[in-house]
């Protein structure tokens, strides 16, 4: 009896960890996904680079509310996509809470459910992609801009940055001084 149990927990870790194996050997659609592992677009010098800026608020009933301010692109599902060599600079945005891709964006304006923050410091990420998912880019710089919030803290954000600001400067200066 004691050889029979012997042999079926035997067996039994086998298959698990063949199993796990197997699994782990899967790819993940979700891992690495920081913005780092697609492939860039330099924007040709001749081309306005695109700007952007974010700004979030505390939603009234829950979560928080986060938008886009963008010039020269096109923000868009690819469904809507041009061929028009007008609309060189056409895409989408990829949203990135904390270093992890959470979806893309079609367009300015977005609800953030309160539940993909975690207590205290966040960051913020929005990157300029193409319908590739390719991100556009200016000097080897990805265009996004970020910030930095701060969910205990009466200014919920702390720091705004954005690699091609609207307001042109290479860092936006709006820094608060939180109270609490």
Known sequence: ?????????????????????????????????????????????????????????????????????YDRFELESPRFANDDSEQFLEGHAHLYINGEKIQRLYGSDLHIPGKLLKPGFNQVTVTLNAHDHSTWSRGGKRILATLFVHLDKKELVLHRFSTSPIGGNKQIAKVSRPDN
């Open 1 to 69: 009896m004691k050889m029979h149990r012997f042999f079926i927990a035997g067996s039994l870790a086998w298959i698990v960890s063949a199993s796990m194996t197997a699994y782990a050997a899967q790819p993940n659609p979700h891992a690495g996904h920081n913005g780092d592992q697609h492939p860039v677009i330099e924007i040709p010098l001749h081309v306005a680079a695109p700007r952007i800026e974010l700004d979030m608020s505390r939603d009234d009933m829950s979560g928080y509310n986060l938008h886009i301010d």
